[in-house]
């Protein structure tokens, strides 16, 4: 009987140790979603918590150090207009990090056919995710990344670190981060106008000549690999929202999210705009203050492409 009531002392005693060390972590809110479907404007509006901390696609902080990859349009500065590692903020995060072996970035195949398949029929799916983030480089990231995520927290005084980087398996590998918490948003949007926004973006930047048809399969294909993740993760940690909803009802969603992760209720911003953020990439359009609406530009484009617009509409549905 006395070991009984050792044992249950025990139990109660490392539930509430565990209880409050969970509390204490810090939490990453990463955003999962395509190019093109409102991830810097969500990332935005969460960066007016005042428990939130919202630092941009950190998956493209090394890249903005060399100054390589995307970023060239605003030279791969800080949103703050100075280079990260001359910027009073990421200059003092970095510090004691940043070194030869840095990197900020899980690398994967994206046309990975086993990966494909996996996320079309759940079979095997966690398997083929996890092998996808086991490489040896990719464990040397998520360390990397734990030690940036840590030094956020610790500079900021923020128990909420957003991360925009939007890359599906990236958001899979940070749960492997020892030090956080992670609780994932997953931003859909309409896949045509995905596509739409896509093909005009890169016909702006002459990038690509990817088709309408071959970009909106492979805007559903990237949308079953989110989905792949969100449904490994599990619905406790994982939230889905619409970037039509969040643009129509910005209020309602935000208070969305902050029930489902625990964060004080705050009133939705009317614009979007950068006030003193220190945030890493995101849509060219952010350094301009714009008010919160839908844009529903690509709706015209369809009414000469019905064939297109049918099929967007049966992949919407899956
Ligand atoms: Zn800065």
Known sequence: MYYKEIYILVYFAANIFEHLYMQEKLTVIYIISDRRSGSTLLENMLSKSREILSVGELAMLKGHIYKEGPGELWN????????VMQC????KVLKGIYDDNFETKITWQYKSVQLLLS????????????????????????????????????????????DSSKDPIQALAI????????????????????????????????????????????????????????????EKN?????????????????????????LADYQAPEYMEL??????????????????AAD???????????????LGKVFNAL
């Open 296 to 310: 529903n530009s690509w709706k015209d484009f369809y009414k000469q492409h019905a064939m297109l617009n049918a």
């Open 76 to 83: 791969w500065n800080c949103s703050c207009g100075k280079p």
């Open 175 to 234: 749960t492997k981060c020892v030090d956080i918490n992670v609780k994932l948003i997953w931003l859909t949007r309409d896949l045509r106008a995905i596509t739409f926004s896509k093909l005009k973006r890169w016909k702006q930047n002459k990038r690509s000549d990817k088709k309408p048809l071959e970009t909106l399969i492979d805007s559903f294909r990237y949308k079953k690999v989110c989905n792949a993740v969100i449904k490994n993760v599990g």
């Open 238 to 262: 994982t939230i889905k929202i619409s970037y039509e909803a969040l643009a129509e009802k910005p209020q309602q969603q935000l208070d969305n999210i902050c029930a489902k992760f625990g």
């Open 119 to 162: 996320s079309f029929t759940s079979i095997n799916s966690k398997s083929t995710l996890q092998k996808l983030i086991n490489t040896k480089r990719n464990k040397q990231t998520v360390q990397v990344l734990n030690e940036v995520y840590k030094a956020l927290g610790n500079i900021s005084d923020k128990k909420f670190i957003v």
């Open 88 to 91: 009073e903020f990421w200059s």
């Open 275 to 292: 006030n003193n953020d220190h945030t890493i990439a995101g849509t060219p359009g952010r350094f301009e203050k714009k008010v919160i």
